[in-house]
């Protein structure tokens, strides 16, 4: 089978599979990010674990939402443009419906207290996906001095000074950058 061909047969389960991770998480896309690694490093195989935090790390630096942007990226690199456009419509066409449907009779239960009570469920499990995304992520991060430098300071630029979070994104990005050109640097002159 070339290339063309493996692409085109991942087509359906990419869609397939962005279904039913935008059908069956709730709390938006910090919440899918576990979904997503597992489903497709895991157990699709189509990307690596490498790749995921990159991709994870370009949906979060572009606009729009992380867990479209992250279908979108790996429908990309998994099949191509039509992957991407595949990934994207699954991860979307769940909570369009759901939402519709919703928005139609909420009003009508918003009042119950059965309903109340499941939407505070509903919001400590995604508490409990998005700490899961932190930390599956935290254990692929490289540790050393650096990274816990950047680490705290966008943590209190963002939480602290409410700092806008593509500014935290481009001065970590540049942090990085000069940190890793100051110790390539360095190490040129000792050898």
Not at 177 to 182: A, E, F
Request: charged residues 15%; aromatic residues 10%.
């Amino acid at each position: 089978m070339n290339e063309h061909e493996s692409r085109r047969s991942r087509l359906l389960p990419l869609f397939l599979t962005f279904l039913k991770i935008g059908g069956f998480t709730f709390g938006g896309g910090y919440a899918m990010i576990p979904l997503i690694q597992k489903e497709t490093v895991e157990n699709k195989h189509w990307i690596s674990d490498d790749d995921i935090l990159e991709i994870i790390a370009i949906a979060e630096s572009t606009p729009g939402p992380i867990a479209i942007n992250s279908a979108t990226f790996v429908g990309y690199r998994t099949a191509g443009v039509l992957g991407a456009v595949l990934a994207t419509l699954g991860v979307v066409l769940p909570s369009f419906v759901i939402i519709t449907i919703i928005s139609m009779v909420l009003t009508q239960f918003q009042s119950l207290r059965a309903v109340k009570y499941a939407f505070y469920g509903i919001r400590a499990g995604v508490l409990a996906l998005i700490v899961k995304a932190f930390w599956s992520m935290y254990k692929k991060c490289p540790r050393g001095i650096v990274s816990y430098i950047v680490m705290a300071f966008a943590f209190i630029c963002a939480a602290i000074f409410d700092v806008n979070v593509i500014i935290i994104i481009i001065c970590s990005a540049l942090f990085g950058l000069v940190t890793t050109l100051l110790a390539k640097r360095r190490l040129d002159h000792q050898s």
